[in-house]
């Protein structure tokens, strides 16, 4: 499917041909900028084998955003999704943001499932529904950042929310999918200055 190069993709921009299986469970981070606010991204990478299941379903306690990702090339991964969905939705967090990608978009000529499909699955599921390709790097960025700008909203929003009934939280880490996130709440600052 290609969880992997989607997230070096990402991660360091980089792609690999000889991408070993996950095995279990990898971590990764990445610092971005959302709404002029510091974001640290903590990125679980959960296996997909089945002999994996037991251990990555830990991994989705907890968490507030998730990609489901399938190779548009291969029918059998899109079959899948229900099973994946369901795992996911009952395992983590009951506002969990999820992105279904449909990866490997560069190879048209090899396509086993349409977009009109992955689209009809993700509008079914109240999913946010792109295409992209590990390979060249298309729209492997707004897969990420568009969870991670929902996730982030939806902290900013719960905070206010607590702020207003007098109740404080004093935790920055989010839970993305496998995937986790550390929320600033600072402005980000030019001059790499400290406070």
Same mark, same amino acid.
Request: proline share 1%; glycine share 8%; net charge negative.
């Given at each position: 499917?290609?969880?992997?190069?989607?997230?070096? =993709?990402?991660? *360091?921009?980089?792609?690999?041909?000889?991408?070993?299986?996950?095995?279990?469970?990898?971590? &990764?981070?990445?610092?971005?900028?959302? #709404?002029?606010?510091? %974001?640290?991204?903590? +990125? !679980?990478?959960?296996?997909?084998?089945?002999?994996?299941?037991?251990?990555?379903?830990?991994?989705?306690? $907890?968490?507030?955003?998730?990609?489901?990702?399938?190779? +548009?090339?291969? *029918?059998?991964? /899109?079959? #899948?999704?229900? *099973? !994946?969905?369901?795992?996911?939705?009952?395992?983590? @967090?009951?506002?969990?943001?999820?992105?279904? %990608?449909?990866?490997?978009?560069?190879?048209?000529?090899? =396509?086993?499932?349409?977009?009109?499909?992955?689209? &009809?699955?993700?509008?079914?599921?109240?999913? /946010? /529904?792109?295409? &992209?390709?590990?390979?060249?790097?298309?729209?492997?960025?707004?897969? /990420?950042?568009?969870?991670?700008?929902?996730?982030?909203?939806?902290?900013?929003? =719960?905070?206010?929310?607590?702020?207003? +009934? $007098?109740?404080?939280? #004093?935790? #920055?880490? +989010?839970?993305?999918? $496998?995937?986790?996130? @550390?929320?600033?709440?600072?402005?980000?600052?030019?001059?790499? $200055?400290?406070?």
């Amino acid at each position: 499917m290609g969880k992997t190069c989607l997230l070096a =993709r990402y991660r *360091r921009d980089e792609f690999t041909y000889d991408t070993k299986h996950t095995i279990g469970v990898e971590f &990764a981070t990445k610092e971005l900028e959302v #709404n002029g606010k510091s %974001v640290k991204a903590q +990125i !679980w990478d959960t296996a997909g084998q089945e002999r994996y299941r037991a251990i990555t379903k830990a991994y989705y306690r $907890g968490a507030v955003g998730a990609l489901l990702v399938y190779d +548009i090339t291969d *029918r059998e991964t /899109f079959n #899948n999704l229900k *099973r !994946w969905l369901s795992e996911v939705q009952g395992h983590a @967090d009951p506002n969990i943001k999820l992105m279904l %990608v449909g990866n490997k978009s560069d190879m048209e000529e090899s =396509r086993a499932v349409s977009a009109d499909e992955g689209q &009809a699955f993700a509008e079914q599921n109240n999913l /946010f /529904f792109v295409e &992209a390709s590990a390979l060249k790097g298309d729209a492997v960025n707004h897969a /990420f950042e568009q969870v991670i700008e929902k996730i982030f909203d939806h902290h900013v929003t =719960r905070v206010k929310n607590l702020e207003k +009934i $007098g109740t404080s939280e #004093n935790q #920055n880490n +989010i839970q993305l999918q $496998g995937e986790s996130l @550390d929320v600033s709440t600072k402005p980000t600052s030019k001059n790499g $200055g400290c406070c």
